[in-house]
C-alpha cells in the first residue's frame, strides 16, 4: 500500500498561502517586470482564488479586476464577482462582451451549427453540448450530444455530427479570446501583467482554450487541484457565495457542468484519481478506497493520459523552422 487515502489532498493552507503569494509578487514584479496583475473575475472559484491571493501578495492596489460578461452567462456570476472585488477592495471594471460577440458571429455560427441536427431548434432556446460517454464504464471514444430545452421545458438530446460539434467549439471559443483581448488591453496600459486562472486538473488535462483562457503570463493556481483552491480560496477570504458554488463552464444557455462537457468524474473524485496516477499508486488501490473496481480507475487513468495526448497543443509554443540563437540569452528567469 502506498498510503493513498482521501486526504492526500490537504495542505497547510496557511504555509502554502505564504509560499504562492512570495512566488507570485517574485514573478509579477521581478521576473516579469510589471506593476501589478489584471484578473478576469467570473464568478468561480479559480478565478476567485487568483483575485484574493494576488491582492494578498501584491496588495489590492495593484490587482485590476474584470467582469466580462456576455448574452449566456448567468446574472449571478457578475454579481458574485462584484462583491468578490468589493471584498478584497481592488478596482475592477464590468464590460459586455456580447456586441464584440455578436459582431464576430460567435451567436450566429453557433446557432447555424446546432440547427443543421436540431431542425426544431429555434434561436432563443436554451442548449448546451454534453459529452455522452460515460469512460467509467465503457471504453468507447467519447462522442457529444446537443440538448435543447424546448418552450413547454422538455429538453431534447440529439447526437452531434463531428462537423457540427467542432463548429459549436470553435465559435464558441471567441468568447475566451475575446475576453483575453481586453485583458490585454488593460494590462498594456496599466503595465501589469495578465493573470491565468486554470486550477490543476484543467491544466493538466488541456481543459482551457489556446490563446483564449490559456493566454497568459502567469498562471498562479495550475500546481493546485480543484479540492485545494476550494480550500485555499475560503482561507484567503473569498465570499462564501463562490465557495459554495458549485463549478460551471457559464459559456452555454442551458447550464452545464464540467463534468458534463469534459471530464470523467466529479472533481472531488477526479482530482483524487489524478493524484494517484502522478504518484504512481496502482488502479486496485484507488479502486479501493474509492469504491471503484480496479478495471474503471483503469479506464480513468488510460482518458487522463488520452486527454495529455490530445491538448498536448495547447501547452505547446509557436514551433520555430529554424533556430534563432540571438535571443536565447534574454529569456525571462
Not at 143 to 172: C, D
Request: charged share 25%.
Amino acid at each position: 500500500m502506498t498510503g493513498f487515502s482521501r486526504d492526500v489532498l490537504q495542505l497547510d493552507l496557511e504555509d502554502h498561502a505564504v509560499a504562492l503569494s512570495a512566488a507570485l509578487q517574485n514573478a509579477v514584479l521581478k521576473t516579469l517586470r510589471r506593476r501589478g496583475l489584471v484578473v478576469a473575475i467570473s464568478g468561480g472559484i479559480d478565478s476567485a482564488c487568483v483575485a484574493a491571493l494576488a491582492a494578498r501578495a501584491l496588495g489590492p492596489k495593484r490587482v485590476f479586476g474584470l467582469l466580462l460578461p456576455e448574452r449566456d452567462s448567468e446574472g449571478v456570476s457578475t454579481r458574485y464577482g462584484r462583491r468578490l472585488c468589493e471584498k478584497l477592495g481592488i478596482d475592477y471594471q464590468l464590460v459586455d462582451m456580447a456586441p464584440v460577440l455578436e459582431a464576430t458571429g460567435c451567436y450566429r455560427l453557433r446557432d447555424a451549427a446546432v440547427a443543421s441536427v436540431d431542425p426544431d431548434f429555434k434561436v432563443g432556446m436554451p442548449w448546451k453540448i454534453v459529452s455522452t460517454s460515460n469512460r467509467l464504464e465503457t471504453d468507447v471514444v467519447n462522442t457529444f450530444s446537443v440538448v435543447v430545452q424546448r418552450p413547454n421545458g422538455v429538453e431534447v438530446k440529439t447526437r452531434l455530427t463531428p462537423k457540427a460539434y467542432l463548429e459549436i467549439v470553435a465559435a464558441t471559443n471567441f468568447k475566451q479570446r475575446t475576453r483575453k483581448m481586453m485583458e490585454y488591453f488593460h494590462a498594456d496600459r496599466l503595465i501589469y501583467a495578465v493573470s491565468g486562472t486554470p486550477n490543476r486538473l484543467e491544466y493538466d488535462q488541456g481543459f482551457f482554450v489556446k490563446l483564449g483562457d490559456g493566454a497568459a503570463d502567469v498562471k498562479p493556481i495550475a500546481s493546485l487541484y480543484k479540492t485545494q483552491v476550494y480550500a485555499m480560496a475560503r482561507h484567503l477570504g473569498v465570499i462564501e457565495e463562490i465557495c459554495s458554488r458549485a463549478p460551471t463552464t457559464d459559456t452555454y444557455s442551458l447550464a452545464q457542468s464540467q463534468e458534463d462537457f469534459y471530464f470523467a468524474l466529479p472533481y472531488p473524485t477526479l482530482d483524487l484519481v489524478l493524484w494517484a496516477k502522478n504518484h504512481a499508486v496502482p488502479a486496485a488501490e484507488v479502486g479501493e478506497v474509492l469504491g471503484f473496481s480496479e478495471q474503471q480507475v483503469q479506464r480513468v487513468y488510460e482518458d487522463i493520459d488520452q486527454k495529455r495526448r490530445t491538448t498536448a497543443y495547447l501547452h505547446a509554443a509557436p514551433l520555430l523552422l529554424e533556430p534563432v540563437p540571438e535571443l536565447k540569452g534574454f529569456a525571462l528567469g
